[in-house]
Nanobody, 118 residues
Framework: QVQLVESGGGLVQAGGSLRLSCVAS????????MNWWRQRPGKQRELVAA???????NYDDSAKGRFTISRDNAKNTVYLQMNSLKPEDTAVYYC????????????WGTGTQVTVSS
């Protein structure tokens, strides 16, 4: 059974940094994309950053210039380096995995809380 385990969340002051990690396990193959989403209080879940199997990267406008997504294919791990954090970045951050090549299976992590104090 595929599992996604996120780590690296926590409480940080505005202007600080955090690095989130997400490890996929349980028979994952042919990863198509690994993304980071977030859900801010009272808001819908939104895509923050995405990286595909060919290395194509996209960011939400709010993340551009501050966040960096990267992946280690050998470890089925995706990272999100978050710098210059703002209070409005406070959210639960979720890892999303699309895998299995043309079968396009999908899995979500359980989320990790990021809180940025002003």
């Amino acid at each position: 059974q595929v599992q996604l385990v996120e780590s690296g969340g926590g409480l940080v002051q505005a202007g600080g940094s955090l690095r989130l990690s997400c490890v996929a396990s349980g028979g994952v193959f042919a990863v198509n994309a690994m993304n980071w989403w977030r859900q801010r209080p009272g808001k819908q879940r939104e895509l923050v950053a995405a990286i595909t199997s060919d290395g194509t990267i996209n960011y939400d406008d709010s993340a551009k210039g501050r966040f960096t997504i990267s992946r280690d294919n050998a470890k089925n791990t995706v990272y999100l380096q978050m710098n210059s954090l703002k209070p409005e970045d406070t959210a639960v951050y979720y890892c999303y995995l699309n895998w299995g090549g043309p079968f396009r299976y999908s899995n979500w992590g359980t989320g990790t809380q990021v809180t940025v104090s002003s």
